[in-house]
């Protein structure tokens, strides 16, 4: 039975927020990645079209999440199913560290506005 312990983890940071992923194939994932996003105070970080579906669950905190120019304040509790192909913008307008925990497919990318691609190892 595999279990992924905290010391597995690998933790990525970029745009300000911290990734720690968990189920990678490093870690003996075969079809599936997923991590726990720490969003700190004050983020705001760039919009980027996904092309793997995403559900994105918020575990403490609220952030503002935009999805193709419509924002929704999302607290703890709340999922939000992101398409691919949908442009995606996340914010935390408050004082304290937001979680997340999210899950795709792998083989996730993200095209940033001015046309970078990413391939997050947290998702790859």
Do not use: C, Q
Request: proline share 8%.
């Amino acid at each position: 039975m595999p279990v992924v312990r905290p010391s597995d983890t690998v933790t990525h940071e970029i745009h300000g927020a911290r990734f720690v992923s968990y189920a990678t194939p490093r870690t003996g994932s075969r079809e599936l990645a997923a991590w726990r996003g720490e969003i700190p105070p004050g983020t705001k970080a760039p919009a980027h079209t996904v092309n793997r579906e995403e559900i994105f669950h918020l575990l403490i905190g609220e952030l503002l999440l935009t999805l193709d120019g419509r924002t929704e304040r999302v607290t703890a509790g709340d999922t939000v199913i992101v398409g691919p192909g949908t442009t995606l913008a996340v914010e935390n307008p408050t004082d304290h560290t937001a979680l997340s925990w999210v899950t795709t497919s792998l083989g996730l990318e993200a095209v940033l506005a001015d046309g970078t691609r990413i391939a997050p190892p947290w998702a790859n």
